[in-house]
């Protein structure tokens, strides 16, 4: 049963509406993130302390800024006013993320977490050790290898990709899927510098998931462009890609939909943790299927002999 019904649209007479959309899309993009000095790097990368403490009530994140400005740690004063300050999920949540420093003081994480405390005593909860939400640290050393890492991590998954491709298809077909596939990235990362969210890890994850996601509905198409090929020898490339791309229509729409629900859901109801990994999911699902049809089935036709 279909809950679909077959749909006759010529999507390639729209590519060039699609182009303009996508180069406007990655020119703002990459525009925001030269501007910023590049995307905004987590702790993971950048190194660093990120603490997160609980109080028993809200409190202003200017208060919280104030009573950082001079912080007196085994004899030596740090400003902090200036740190990355911002609630982390609940409002009696607050979240710093403090930059590596060379001369750091020993247990100097919690020697700080100390002073929050000290900053607003009637707001800590009795039991102490319900303060602390988290102590993340990461060194410098190894937040450049992460970097390193994860760049190496996202094309050795393209090079694989583009092999794989071009085994089971050819080559053309190969080149569409990485097109719209650095296009999904490039889009979301352009995305995630212009709203100022953070690349962290688990944003690479999602990126990767990402590329899985648009890629298995590149193949869908491809697939039925390759059967529709033998079965439509006398239509031209165009025709047969239009074709296919309606008979998929109805599998794309209810996949593309049913995991939006699941990403939704979890950028909602997730938590904090979560929350820019299902960002990046909810945008790359969008982006991705909008990619396969206007993105990687033109370049295939660019590089193919219309007949």
């Given at each position: 049963m279909r809950i679909i019904k077959e749909t006759h649209i010529d999507f390639m007479s729209k590519t060039v509406l699609g182009v303009l959309l996508s180069a406007l899309l990655i020119v703002i993009g990459v525009a925001s993130i030269i501007m910023k000095g590049g995307p905004k790097l987590s702790i993971d990368f950048k190194g660093g302390t990120m603490i997160a403490v609980n109080y028993t009530e809200p409190v202003d994140i200017n208060e919280v800024r104030s009573a950082l400005n001079q912080v007196n740690i085994d004899g030596q004063t740090f400003d902090f006013s200036k740190a990355e300050i911002k609630h982390f999920g609940d409002e009696s949540n607050v979240a710093v993320r403090l930059p590596s420093m060379d001369d750091e003081p020993e247990q100097f994480a919690h020697k700080f977490v100390a002073k929050m405390m000290e900053a607003f005593p009637s707001l800590v909860p009795d039991d102490r050790s319900k303060f602390i939400l988290s102590i993340d640290k990461v060194?410098?050393?190894?937040?450049?290898?992460?970097?390193?890492?994860?760049?190496?991590?996202i094309f050795s998954t393209l090079a694989l990709i583009l092999i794989y491709i071009s085994i089971r298809f050819e080559f053309k077909y190969a080149v569409g899927a990485i097109a719209a596939l650095?296009?999904?990235?490039?889009?979301?990362?352009?995305?995630?510098?212009?709203?100022?969210?953070?690349?962290?890890?688990?944003?690479?994850?999602?990126?990767?998931?990402?590329?899985?996601?648009?890629?298995?509905?590149?193949?869908?198409?491809?697939?039925?462009?390759?059967?529709?090929?033998?079965?439509?020898?006398?239509?031209?490339?165009?025709?047969?890609?239009?074709?296919?791309?309606?008979?998929?229509?109805s599998r794309t729409i209810v996949t593309s939909l049913t995991t939006l629900f699941v990403v939704l859901v979890l950028f909602i109801v997730g938590g904090e943790v979560i929350h820019t990994f299902a960002f990046a999911m909810i945008v790359g699902v969008i982006i991705g299927t909008y990619s396969s049809i206007f993105v990687a089935s033109p370049v295939v036709i660019k590089m193919g002999s219309d007949n």
């Open positions: 060194g410098p050393k190894i937040g450049a290898e992460l970097s390193g890492d994860a760049v190496m991590a650095t296009h999904d990235i490039l889009i979301t990362l352009g995305i995630f510098s212009l709203l100022d969210f953070e690349v962290s890890l688990a944003v690479i994850a999602a990126f990767l998931t990402i590329v899985g996601y648009s890629l298995n509905d590149t193949i869908v198409i491809f697939d039925r462009v390759r059967e529709n090929v033998k079965g439509m020898k006398n239509a031209t490339l165009t025709s047969v890609i239009n074709e296919s791309i309606n008979q998929s229509m």
